[in-house]
């Protein structure tokens, strides 16, 4: 298989994660790429131009990093990431996680192409509320929540994605305002998985 990605992209480091805590870090070769220059080999791959995007052993293209990560959780048997048991409250957090990583994006996106007065329009401040909204409602949810062993899709995406705004948000400051949840993530992040993809 074949993943093209970049080292900033929150929805590639998932992907990565996912592969390592699956053990399918080493069936896969690692595609570098910078998206925004339309790469040619990442455009025949996916011709929307985004990432991560996963060549899989049949050459069937799969994009968008939850369909990728439900496809890599059904590829090998070990350590599911969606348990059956409980799969409802996990892509509950996934989802959260995934709408807290958008929210960031898209922040960062905006920023990048229109200047930080962006954050001022109407669609920048509806950014900023959902963050915060995203925020108090995990720092709850996760307050009686150890570190789940072995890992789920719903922590790995909620922990990504808090990892990214402190990669790219710090102002937001998250790690001081949301005790809990800074313990939650500690005991999450500490995993190799995670520690051998952050962010640069």
Not at 5 to 16: C, E, F, G, I
Not at 33 to 41: H, I, S, T, V
Not at 92 to 98: D, E, F, K
Not at 133 to 140: D, E, S, V
Request: hydrophobic share 45%; charged share 20%; aromatic share 8%.
């Amino acid at each position: 298989m074949e993943l093209y990605l970049n080292a900033t992209s929150p929805y590639a480091r998932l992907v990565r994660i996912v592969l390592m805590e699956k053990g399918l870090a080493d069936a896969v070769t690692l595609k570098w790429c910078d998206p925004w220059a339309d790469d040619a080999d990442l455009l025949k791959a996916n011709s929307a131009g985004r990432i991560p995007a996963l060549v899989t052993e049949e050459g069937t293209t799969l994009s968008e990093s939850m369909l990728i990560a439900v496809y890599l959780d059904g590829v090998s048997p070990n350590k599911p990431m969606i348990p059956q048991a409980s799969s409802g409250e996990v892509l509950h957090l996934a989802g959260l996680g995934q709408n807290l990583m958008d929210a960031a994006f898209t922040t960062v996106i905006a920023r990048k192409h229109y200047g930080n007065e962006i954050d001022e329009s109407e669609l920048g401040q509806r950014r900023s509320r959902a963050i915060q909204r995203l925020l108090n409602q995990l720092n709850g949810e996760l307050r009686e929540k150890q570190q789940a062993s072995p890992i789920n899709l719903g922590d790995i995406a909620i922990a990504v994605a808090l990892e990214y705004l402190a990669f790219r948000l710090p102002e937001v400051n998250w790690k001081e305002e949301y005790s809990q949840l800074l313990a939650w993530h500690s005991g999450v992040t500490a995993r190799d998985s995670f520690q051998e993809t952050a962010f640069v």
